[in-house]
């Protein structure tokens, strides 16, 4: 019985510890060709190890006829490497019968001779990852212990070079993981740097559509912080005529994993209505399972008093139009009823239905010159007035017109404030205003103040929301009505200066829409301040600038002031 030599078992553990000790396969494969030939007489050392399916490539060689091989490819098919390699078994070549076996092809280029060789499977749970040889130039150079003594080195030696490509596997995994991670956390703050700055809102939801994520744009247009907004928070502002019908579309939206696109308004606690664009998509994963949706919230409240000024002027074109064609054939049935009064004789039936004919041509011509006056097109006589004085003259009338139960009260600039305008439309846009007033407070007891002074609007002020149309920045001179009536709705808001629209069973709502035209035709600007159940402010901006340099074209007209409420 052969039996190993306290040499060789000494060298075998040796190179056990030696070669296992090691995580680099470089190293590894260095320490084998080192140490095996401390285990047996041998002339050279190679491992072979599998490239693709079909070749295995020389690792590591070392001893004589080592030159050119390092790195050369064989096919597996070739030699006595790829029989062990194929198997699984040893095998030991050293008669003269059995050189045929022998890959020479190796050999054409290093002048060596190979007669004497043993191979071993690395084998690693019943897998073969490789083939260890060890080669000689003499016949029979190597015994069956030999043999033996090689299969007990591959054992360490395949574990050596398993547990290094572990350890390079999970290196590269762990390199990989961190560029994947170092990537996701640049990306992460490229997208966090964004949605900082990004010049609109941006918000983000769980597969539920509820709030995840608002950037502070967000946060800006809509008065929530990020916390308050998370979850359903994000409602929490919208305006109560807009809620409804936004958490609708939102929950069918999200119920169908489609597409959001509404225009709606918050109401910042303390602020001013905000119109706003939402829009969001949702966004899915890589199995095709929605996650939530990704958003956009754009401020557009300066577009849409843009739209509904230009909607205004559209309809005050038309109006005047129609007004103006309307004012030619009352002209022409003034004239003919004149002439035919002239013509009868008096006190016939005749003369009376033409006396009727006039008077109710007189009354169509005052509705005609409201609508000139809306549209901007009306003729005034114009002279200096103080706005003040103005007021004083007609408060009598105005108590008179607005109803017993309620007070009327003046509070007027200490200095004089001269206007260039038209002193009967000046009446006539106070008039409309303190009437309008007056039926917001529905007939109980109530409070209207009339108050004038002088203010200076900035940039900012002058495309606020709570602007008809946008004005000039400059000094002005005020006018203000206010009331504490019941208020005007954010949907009637919109509509209020349409001619034609009223809230009224009777009245032909013109009047705050000539109040439009007046001021359209001074320059001027109005502002309204409304809270249901709380009043209204109407505040009339006189351009001083306009009134100390030039005249308006206003003239003086038959002049109709409505007593009806447009609200």
């Known amino acids: 019985m052969n039996m190993y030599s306290a040499e060789q078992l000494s060298a075998l553990n040796r190179m056990g510890q030696m070669i296992t000790a090691s995580l680099s396969l470089p190293v590894v494969l260095n320490h084998v060709i080192e ?231 918050y109401q910042p606690a303390e602020g001013e209505i905000v119109w706003v664009l939402g829009q969001a998509v949702p966004h899915y994963n890589q199995d095709g399972n929605m996650q939530g949706y990704i958003g956009t919230l754009t401020n557009i409240t300066e577009r849409e008093a ?28 003034f004239n003919h009823s004149e002439m035919a009064l002239i013509m009868l004789p008096s006190g016939t039936q005749a003369v009376n239905h033409i006396q009727r004919t006039l008077e109710t041509s007189k009354n169509a011509s005052k509705l005609s010159q409201q609508l000139l006056a809306y549209a901007g097109m009306g003729n005034f006589d114009v002279e200096q007035i103080d706005l003040n004085t103005l007021i004083q003259d007609s408060m009598y009338l105005l108590e008179v017109a607005a109803p017993k139960s309620i007070q009327l009260e003046a509070k007027l600039h200490p200095e004089p404030l001269l206007l260039k305008a038209s002193n009967t439309k000046l009446q006539q846009v106070l008039m409309n205003l303190v009437l309008n007033a007056a039926d917001a407070l529905q007939g109980g007891p109530g409070h209207i103040i009339i108050e004038t002074g002088k203010g200076t609007i900035t940039a900012v002020q002058a495309h606020a929301p709570q602007m008809l149309e946008p004005i000039p920045p400059g000094n002005y001179i005020t006018l203000e009505v206010e009331d ?64 100390a340099q030039e005249e308006a074209k206003i003239g003086d007209n038959i002049l109709l002031t409505t007593t009806e409420n447009n609200r």
């Not at 504490?484 to 009637?492: K, L, Q, S, V, Y």
Request: charged share 25%; hydrophobic share 40%.
């Open 35 to 265: 140490e095996v030939p401390r285990l047996l007489d041998t002339e050279g050392v190679g491992v072979l190890l599998p490239v693709g399916v079909d070749e295995l490539v020389f690792a590591v060689v070392s001893g004589e006829g080592a030159q050119g091989l390092q790195g050369l490819r064989i096919p597996l098919t070739a030699g006595v490497a790829g029989s062990v390699m194929r198997t699984g078994r040893p095998v030991k070549i050293g008669g003269r019968e059995e050189q045929n076996k022998i890959y020479r092809a190796v050999e054409k280029d290093n002048n060596y001779h190979t007669q004497s060789l043993l191979a071993v499977p690395l084998l690693l749970r019943g897998e073969v990852i490789g083939v260890l040889e060890a080669v000689h130039r003499t016949l029979d150079a190597y015994d069956d212990n030999d043999l033996r003594i090689l299969e007990a080195a591959s054992v360490w030696i395949a574990l050596a070079i398993h547990n290094a490509r572990l350890y390079e596997k999970a290196k590269q995994e762990i390199t990989e993981r961190k560029k994947v991670e170092k990537a996701l956390r640049e990306s992460e703050t490229r997208y966090r740097t964004l949605t900082e700055l990004a010049p609109v809102g941006i918000f983000s939801t769980d597969h539920n559509g509820r709030f995840t994520y608002v950037n502070d744009q967000w946060s800006a247009i809509v008065g929530l912080s990020a916390k308050e907004a998370q979850g359903a928070g994000w409602t929490r502002n919208l305006l109560p005529d807009d809620n409804e019908q936004v958490l609708v579309e939102w929950q069918n939206c999200v119920a169908e994993k489609r597409p959001f696109y509404h225009e709606f308004r």
């Open 306 to 333: 843009m739209r509904q000024a230009q909607k205004l002027i559209s309809l005050g074109t038309l109006v005047g139009t129609i007004a103006h064609d309307f004012n030619n054939l009352l002209s022409a049935i």
């Open 484 to 547: 504490n009536g019941c208020g005007i709705t954010p949907e009637t808001l919109t509509k209020i200066f349409d001619p034609f629209f009223t809230t009224k069973a009777v009245g032909h709502g013109l009047g705050l829409a000539s109040v439009l035209g007046i001021i359209r035709e001074l320059e001027g600007g109005i502002q309204i301040e409304s809270q249901v159940d709380k009043g209204t402010k109407f505040t009339i901006l006189f351009p001083t600038e306009k009134a």
